[in-house]
């Protein structure tokens, strides 16, 4: 019985694992912004004091909603790092490579999102498009979009996809071979147990270094624009620390693996 438990208990893990679109653990449709800056229990953010700023000759309205795409562009591009990453977004939105869309209401009700999340990049669509909660703060978001688009500009991603479904399938494959598809509670034999596990450990390994190294990528790349923008002495690091204490933001100049860890639940011994 201790065998057959076990097995279920690989077969609930591979649901999680592979629940959202595209399947890569987060990567498929990359939800990591919901910065959880807002409380699990409440859908919407406590406000914070009004902050305006001057960068680059213009005047910007860190509180403000629904706001045009050029208006999150012009913000971002005030950082050196920021420039460069909209210049690239920006020519694959010319040449159709990419789609910008906002994170509608019905969107987040199609992918079982609440209001928490901001911003995500989904690959596995026809054209791969970065969703952006418009309805968010224009300063929240500005370091959202650097994450996300940080992800959109990885040529890695698709490919480590590609990776990691081989070996789901092939997993999915031996549970066909075992008879697991059929009967999940099975007693298997001590060398079917054994190909088993072999197969997942090296599954989640490869899925677990993919994800790490995505994201740790993009909340390194997210890190440099948050310094960069943070320069200026005016409110905008206030304005940040507000969201801190009032709204539980999860927005650091560095990003600690531990939050990279437990936000997309990755286990740390595959790395």
Same mark, same amino acid.
Do not use: W
């Given at each position: 019985?201790?065998?057959? /438990?076990?097995?279920? /208990?690989?077969? /609930? ?61 012009? @913000? ?26 906002? @994170? ?29 909660? @418009? ?20 040529? @890695? ?72 923008? /943070? ?41």
């Amino acid at each position: 019985m201790g065998k057959s /438990l076990a097995l279920m /208990l690989i077969n /609930l893990n591979i649901l999680a694992s592979f629940g959202g679109l595209g399947g890569f653990g987060g990567l498929g449709t990359d939800i990591d912004h919901n910065p959880t800056y807002r409380r699990r229990t409440q859908d919407h953010r406590a406000e914070v004091p009004r902050c305006v700023i001057n960068r680059a000759a213009q005047k910007f309205h860190l509180n403000k909603t629904s706001y045009k795409l050029d208006e999150l562009f012009s @913000l971002v591009s005030t950082t050196a790092m920021g420039q460069e990453v909209v210049e690239r977004i920006t020519a694959l939105l010319d040449s159709g490579k990419l789609a910008i869309k906002n @994170l509608s209401q019905f969107e987040r009700e199609r992918r079982g999102l609440t209001h928490r999340t901001s911003a995500l990049f989904d690959f596995t669509m026809q054209t791969p498009t970065i969703f952006i909660g @418009l309805e968010d703060e224009l300063g929240l978001v500005a370091h959202f979009f650097v994450h996300e688009a940080t992800h959109a500009l990885d040529e @890695l991603i698709p490919q480590e996809y590609e990776v990691d479904m081989i070996y789901y399938n092939t997993f999915k494959d031996f549970q066909k071979l075992f008879g697991l598809d059929l009967e999940p509670m099975k007693e298997l034999t001590e060398y079917e147990t054994a190909k088993m596990y072999e197969i997942y450990e090296i599954k989640e390994k490869n899925r677990a270094q993919h994800a790490y190294r995505a994201e740790r990528f993009a909340f390194d790349q997210q890190g440099v624009f948050t310094n960069q923008v /943070l320069e200026a002495n005016d409110c905008y690091e206030e304005y940040i620390s507000q969201h801190r204490e009032r709204n539980k933001l999860k927005l650091y100049r560095h990003t600690p693996d531990d939050h990279i860890f437990n936000a997309y639940g990755i286990n740390k011994d595959y790395l």
